[in-house]
């Protein structure tokens, strides 16, 4: 991670990662996602406690963390986050702007997110761009 682009392709990379997470969090283990123990939020969030002396260090729990998702059997050698996965979830892309839009905002504070706001013009252009859709923002009322 040698430039700026490498860097918000991983923030990207991990705000889906905790997103996924969020929507696989079960009281018991899953696999159509990943393989993934029972409760993942609260396995991922206890590698993240604690305060840390370093970057490297908190990067380190961060990986752990990580780990939950994309490595709780241990099978996995290597991470590619430019890899998909087994289900086609690339398509959420499509199906979030062609007919479940869910406005996504965060403040930074209240969550453990960068602050975004959420801006509909910005989003009918990026799905304009990725998908040749424009979002209906009223079909699933």
């Not at 840390?52 to 752990?64: I, R």
């Not at 994309?70 to 199906?95: H, V």
């Not at 996504?104 to 706001?117: L, R, W």
Request: charged share 20%; glycine share 4%; net charge negative.
């Amino acid at each position: 991670f040698t430039s700026k682009r490498n860097i918000t392709d991983l923030k990207a990379y991990l705000s889906d990662l905790w997103t996924n997470l969020a929507m696989m969090d079960y009281p018991y283990p899953t696999h159509f996602l990943a393989p993934l123990p029972g409760n993942p939020v609260n396995a991922a969030c206890s590698k993240l406690l604690g305060n840390y002396k370093s970057d490297k260090e908190l990067l380190t729990h961060v990986f752990a963390a990580v780990n939950v998702y994309f490595n709780f059997t241990g099978a996995a050698k290597c991470f590619n986050i430019n890899s998909e996965d087994d289900i086609g979830a690339d398509m959420w892309g499509y199906q979030a702007c062609s007919e479940m839009v869910m406005p996504f905002c965060y403040d930074g504070t209240n969550d453990m997110f960068e602050p975004s706001k959420w801006d509909i013009k910005q989003f009918t252009k990026d799905c304009k761009k990725d998908w040749n859709v424009t979002p209906r923002t009223n079909m699933a009322n």
